[in-house]
Antibody, heavy 113, light 106 residues
Framework: QVQLQESGPGLVKPSGTLSLTCAVS?????????WTWVRQPPGKGLEWIGE???????NYNMSLKSRVTISIDNSKTQFSLSLTSVTAADTAVYYC??????WGQGTLVTVSS | DIQMTQSPSTLSASVGDRVTITCRAS??????LAWYQQKPGQAPKLLIY???SLQTGVPSRFSGRGSGTQFTLTISSLQPDDFATYYC????????FGQGTRVEIK
């Protein structure tokens, strides 16, 4: 059974960098899949952030592209999200996913001083 | 980018009602559409994938139809556990989500 688990700081200061990791179990991160990040601001809808293939190819939401980096660590079976220059608008629950079927439980990141 | 338009945004219904939610894609996404149910504080739960395939463990009162640009999610007989928010999602080209439909008690 594929399982994903997000981890990272729950509080980030404005203008700082949000960094999250998604640990993958039950599947090889080198399998032929795209590994995805999605976020959901409190009380709002779901927003696709971007995705990475094990080969290193990435695709990003154009609205976030200038601030987002998704990377993959094959040796640790995990992939990561970095979002720079954060503001309060980046406060959200962040989810990692592999296909529509497998999602992490999500982690709340609050941007506040 | 593909835009997903979901309607209605809110739906008031009673237990036992048949309810239908509509999702429209801004361009052809073939069958690459999923439906999710989300309750407060929980991650989205996959109900339907490939437009009409029922995810394992999901009650048969949920069904999905459509292809191309027009899709529907139908709950044949609304149950108390079904009051939640529902999202459509295309995964033909990257991912994009509808705005969500909140199903509330009438």
């Amino acid at each position: 059974q594929v399982q994903l688990q997000e981890s990272g700081p729950g509080l980030v200061k404005p203008s700082g960098t949000l960094s999250l990791t998604c640990a993958v179990s039950g599947d090889s991160i080198s399998s032929n899949h795209w590994w995805t990040w999605v976020r959901q601001p409190p009380g709002k809808g779901l927003e696709w952030i971007g995705e990475i293939h094990y080969s290193g190819y990435t695709n990003y939401n154009m609205s976030l592209k200038s601030r987002v980096t998704i990377s993959i660590d094959n040796s640790k079976t995990q992939f990561s999200l970095s979002l720079t220059s954060v503001t309060a608008a980046d406060t959200a629950v962040y989810y990692c996913a592999r296909s529509p079927r497998y999602w992490g439980q999500g982690t709340l990141v609050t941007v506040s001083s | 980018d593909i835009q997903m338009t979901q309607s209605p945004s809110t739906l008031s219904a009673s237990v036992g009602d048949r309810v239908t939610i509509t999702c429209r894609a801004s361009q052809n996404i073939n069958k690459w559409l999923a439906w999710y149910q989300q309750k407060p504080g929980q991650a989205p739960k996959l109900l339907i994938y490939e437009a009409s395939s029922l995810q394992t463990g999901v009650p048969s009162r949920f069904s999905g139809r459509g292809s191309g640009t027009q899709f529907t999610l139908t709950i044949s007989s609304l149950q108390p556990d079904d009051f939640a928010t529902y999202y459509c999602q295309q995964y033909n080209s990257y991912w994009a989500f509808g705005q969500g439909t909140r199903v509330e008690i009438k």
